[in-house]
């Protein structure tokens, strides 16, 4: 009899076909996965933090600007200092080269305001001191004797805002000494011992320049190392035409490094005109 045929080794006998059933390949699942799907993922995109970034630069920004600012104004400052007495354009230098030559009477000076010769033996108090008066010549040259830089103004010419400027400037700095000058030939001069300088207005550049650069300057005045201070001077100022207190007050009520024993000796005898050398 003949026998039932076999199937060949390898033929699945039965089930889907090799490609699946229609709903495998229509989901893109294998099969054995019961049909399920994995819900979809919610990505949350996290938002700069504009706002932060924002004042961060602008922060940078201001900082820059603020240290341009300082390095500007630095360079402009030291671009106008000086470091010798003739950088200062127009500055007259003079001869009068010991000082300490002390005299009770008014002197008739080659210079006004004068820079230099015999002086009072009381000195005008010159701790940033403003008057409001003409002090007594003899008094502001003994105080330029001292280191002091003594600053004049013509009192009909000046301007308001210049006068302000030039009391600003002044005011409680060492050294310096302001004061009214009748009759001087230009708005505003300034003198240290044996220096001078005319100008017309306190905003000039060379203003700061003088006094930086004299007031003080050992290389320029006799006493260095002498007292500005005469606290009986402010609170009693002598002007134009008031007579000599003497070596007597000048000793008793100022404080100073000079005494009457080792200063110069005063002379009660009218001090003969002094020019100045060539």
């Known amino acids: 009899m003949a026998k039932d045929p076999k199937p060949e080794n390898g033929r699945a006998k039965s089930g889907p076909s090799r490609g699946g059933s229609g709903a495998s390949r229509a989901t893109g699942q294998r099969p054995g996965q019961g049909g399920r799907t994995r819900p979809p993922a919610n990505v949350v995109t996290q938002q700069r933090p504009w706002g932060l970034i924002a004042a961060a630069v602008a922060v940078v920004v201001f900082a820059a600007a603020v240290i341009t600012y300082a390095v500007v104004q630095v360079n402009r400052s030291n671009a106008d200092k000086v470091t010798s007495a003739d950088q200062i354009a127009d500055l007259q230098t003079f001869d009068y080269a010991s000082g300490q030559e ?55 010419a000046i301007s308001d805002d210049d006068l302000s400027t030039l009391e600003d400037l002044v005011d409680g700095r060492s050294g310096l000494l302001l004061s009214p000058y009748a009759g001087l030939g230009s708005t505003i001069s300034l003198q240290s011992w044996n220096h001078q300088l005319s100008l017309d207005s306190a905003t000039d550049v060379r203003v700061q320049q003088f006094v930086d650069f004299m007031t003080f300057n050992a290389d320029f005045y006799p006493e260095v190392g002498a007292s500005c201070e005469n606290p009986a001077f402010i609170s009693d100022p002598l002007v134009v035409g008031d007579s000599s207190r003497g070596a007597a007050s000048a000793a008793t009520d100022a404080p100073t490094t000079e005494t009457p024993a080792t200063d110069a000796p005063t002379s009660t005898t009218p001090a003969a005109t002094e020019t100045p050398a060539p």
Do not use: F, K, L, Q
């Open 102 to 156: 002390h005299v009770t009477t008014p002197v008739t000076y080659t210079e006004s305001p004068p820079v230099g010769g015999p002086h009072d033996p009381e000195w005008a108090d010159c701790t940033g001191t403003v008057y409001d008066a003409d002090i007594r010549h003899e008094n502001a040259v003994h105080s330029m004797e001292h280191g002091a830089t003594w600053i004049t103004y013509d009192p009909d």
